[in-house]
């Protein structure tokens, strides 16, 4: 039972991490916690599941999806906050712009869509479990350890090994140095919007098919495990995102499996409460807050 | 003369529009439901329900008079819910109110209708304790304390001795049906032998699964909204629970959408119903017809509660003779009324009084059926 529990953990965590990567990226970057990332969450999920209705396989579907977020999430990032940025608006106000426009869109979406749970088409993918010796995993799961591992090293190559990602990492440290370095930041931020859409989207479909649970406000329930896992991963940290979303899963896990399943939010919490009270820039981060 | 009789005319034109608006305008009923939100698909089934029968009631009028009704969305939100029984009742006057859907929403909102003496009837809160709140709350829903008891029953005659209990440990609708749960597995002599609980909005439930697997018993009991119990059976699948283990569902599970979510891991799943959509009597099949017809799909038993619930409260008002709260209170405790759900009367404590309706469903082929 132990090894099945942790396997539960780990990839409950892989689940979390995986919605975190976009999010820590997008308030690193771009410095507003930017609550409409659910929203680009559950738009990639419910893409995925008109396009393999459409008769697309999931390989196909994915990517699409994820792209198909991506956009919505440079639309509405500028919509939204490109007056806000121009004009220097305290972080306060984007803050409140980001809620406002995301309860708009999820009533929006509702309305149009209805509040029910969809599935995927079954057969979309394979329901076998592995089993190795006692323990199960099923194809889905599998498929989220694969993703979140490859976009984490994706990321991290993107950000330490190209010019957009150096570009990107200069604006996080200073954008007015960088914009006077010639960086253009306007594109650069509309970039992070992008990638960031794209890895909510992508965690949207792969977390979609692991639960088969697709509806509107599936981002909406994510968002605060989403918090505290950039918070203690320290904001703008993607390996610290990572590291913070497989403990956060793991401990809920053993907390449930062993202790009680009535306290797995309270002690989840509480570890949150505690690591900010000793480290207030996150477990893995530094004292210089905004890194990517 | 002229200037008289053109008096008299003006008089008599400025009083007869009163008049006749006293006669003719609506009785206004108001209802809170969930339209909103992750929950929004129980309200939004009570609501066809409740404009399916609204519709049957308005095409004869009661007492000469046609029925309004104002629909407040409490988006699952206690507060909102207080704040709809205080519009509906302060600013639309209205002089019953159906809802809210759910038994905390209940809780929140009953007590504010009750003391301004404001019938409220809820057709889909089967939480204990619901109609002790006060002598104007009543409710048309069949409490789950009636309904679990032969669910159980059938458990046991297919086999079961020992049982494992799951809920959801943060609302008020789960944790009653639980509590219910617990009891009525106590008085059948079941033997629990895991009590889990989880978040309504929670979708991982490997935890509580694992635990409960290796523990092995003959059945599992769930009571939880239909979305988390949809995931735990998902879920439990996939960690290898088999035919072995029987499933029981709640209130919660009693809905067509555990079979669109789940599909077939839901199989075999049984659950206790005070209605099923293919009971054949011919009011439920009219009324599943025109359902259907309206709104392009089947109604669930939340559809069906509520339109009854209507019809219940349109009889009521009929037989107090006037729209008023008070006599409307005292006729609605008077009612025999034959709906879709069966012979209806209330408990002297406001509670439906029988529960001879109750069928028990097996999910198959991700729907319900009657069990053999």
């Given at each position: 039972?132990?090894?099945?529990?942790?396997?539960?953990?780990?990839?409950?965590?892989?689940?979390?991490?995986?919605?975190?990567?976009?999010?820590?990226?997008?308030?690193?970057?771009?410095?507003?916690?930017?609550?409409?990332?659910?929203?680009?969450?559950?738009?990639?999920?419910?893409?995925?599941?008109?396009?393999?209705?459409?008769?697309?396989?999931?390989?196909?579907?994915?990517?699409?999806?994820?792209?198909?977020?991506?956009?919505?999430?440079?639309?509405?990032?500028?919509?939204?906050?490109?007056?806000?940025?121009?004009?220097?608006?305290?972080?306060?106000?984007?803050?409140?712009?980001?809620?406002?426009?995301?309860?708009?869109?999820?009533?929006?979406?509702?309305?149009?869509?209805?509040?029910?749970?969809?599935?995927?088409?079954?057969?979309?993918?394979?329901?076998?479990?592995?089993?190795?010796?006692?323990?199960?995993?099923?194809?889905?799961?599998?498929?989220?350890?694969?993703?979140?591992?490859?976009?984490?090293?994706?990321?991290?190559?993107?950000?330490?090994?190209?010019?957009?990602?150096?570009?990107?990492?200069?604006?996080?440290?200073?954008?007015?140095?960088?914009?006077?370095?010639?960086?253009?930041?306007?594109?650069?931020?509309?970039?992070?919007?992008?990638?960031?859409?794209?890895?909510?989207?992508?965690?949207?479909?792969?977390i979609g098919l692991n639960f088969n649970a697709i509806h509107p406000y599936m981002g909406e329930t994510m968002m605060l495990r989403g918090f505290v896992v950039i918070i203690v991963g320290g904001l703008g940290d993607i390996r610290g995102a990572l590291l913070a979303g497989l403990a956060l899963g793991v401990i809920e896990v053993m907390t449930a499996g062993y202790v009680s399943s009535g306290l797995k939010e309270a002690v989840a919490f509480l570890i949150l409460v505690a690591v900010l009270w000793t480290r207030p820039s996150g477990l893995f981060g530094r004292a210089v807050l905004r890194r990517a | 003369m002229l200037r008289r009789t053109l008096l008299a005319a003006a008089m008599t034109l400025a009083v007869v529009p009163a008049a006749l608006a006293q006669a003719g305008a609506p009785i206004q009923i108001g209802a809170i439901e969930i339209l909103s939100g992750p929950n929004a698909a129980y309200g939004t089934a009570i609501r066809a329900g409740l404009e399916l029968a609204l519709e049957e009631v308005n095409e004869k009028g009661v007492l000469g008079r046609k029925i309004t009704l104002v629909i407040e969305d409490s988006a699952g939100n206690k507060d909102q819910a207080i704040n709809a029984a205080r519009k509906l009742i302060g600013r639309d006057k209205v002089v019953t109110i159906i809802g809210p859907t759910l038994s905390n929403e209940m809780f929140a909102a009953g007590p504010v209708a009750n003391e301004r003496k404001i019938p409220i009837i809820g057709t889909s809160t089967t939480a204990a304790g619901i109609t002790a709140m006060g002598p104007y709350v009543f409710r048309t829903a069949l409490p789950e304390s009636d309904v679990i008891p032969v669910t159980l029953a059938r458990a046991q005659a297919q086999g079961a001795k020992t049982i494992a209990l799951m809920y959801g440990n943060d609302d008020a609708f789960s944790k009653s049906g639980f509590d219910t749960m617990k009891a009525a597995a106590e008085k059948a002599g079941l033997n629990i032998l895991a009590i889990e609980s989880f978040g309504s909005k929670d979708t991982d439930f490997s935890a509580q699964l694992t635990k409960i697997r290796a523990l092995k018993p003959d059945a599992v009991g769930i009571s939880a909204l239909v979305e988390p119990v949809s995931g735990v059976l998902l879920q439990a699948r996939q960690l290898g629970f088999g035919k072995e283990t029987l499933f029981i569902g709640g209130n919660g599970s009693n809905s067509p959408k555990l079979g669109e979510i789940a599909g077939a891991a839901a199989d075999g799943l049984i659950v206790g119903s005070p209605w099923f959509v293919a009971k054949d009597d011919a009011q439920n099949q009219a009324f599943v017809s025109k359902f259907r017809a309206k709104n392009n799909k089947d109604p669930d038993q939340f559809s069906a509660q509520a339109y009854d619930c209507m019809h219940i409260l349109a009889d009521a008002i009929a037989r107090a003779g006037a729209a008023e709260p008070e006599k409307i209170r005292d006729a609605l405790l008077a009612t025999s009324y034959n709906g879709v759900m069966g012979p209806f009367t209330f408990s002297p404590g406001r509670d439906p009084a029988s529960t001879a309706g109750v069928v028990v469903l097996v999910m198959q082929g991700g729907k319900f059926g009657l069990a053999p």
């Open positions: 039972m132990l090894a099945q529990q942790l396997v539960n953990g780990v990839l409950l965590g892989a689940t979390y991490a995986l919605f975190a990567l976009g999010f820590t990226l997008m308030f690193g970057v771009l410095r507003v916690i930017n609550l409409t990332y659910g929203f680009y969450f559950s738009a990639g999920a419910l893409l995925a599941l008109w396009m393999t209705r459409l008769g697309l396989p999931i390989w196909a579907a994915l990517p699409l999806a994820a792209f198909g977020a991506g956009c919505i999430a440079v639309v509405f990032d500028w919509i939204l906050l490109t007056r806000l940025r121009r004009i220097q608006a305290p972080e306060l106000s984007s803050l409140m712009v980001t809620l406002g426009g995301v309860l708009a869109l999820y009533s929006a979406l509702t309305s149009w869509l209805g509040p029910d749970i969809r599935r995927l088409p079954p057969g979309v993918v394979s329901a076998d479990a592995f089993h190795v010796g006692d323990i199960r995993i099923t194809t889905a799961q599998i498929l989220i350890l694969a993703a979140t591992t490859l976009l984490v090293g994706a990321l991290l190559a993107l950000m330490h090994g190209t010019r957009l990602g150096l570009a990107i990492r200069a604006m996080a440290e200073k954008p007015d140095a960088a914009q006077l370095m010639g960086i253009d930041t306007g594109r650069a931020a509309a970039m992070v919007s992008f990638i960031s859409g794209c890895l909510a989207g992508a965690g949207g479909v792969l | -």
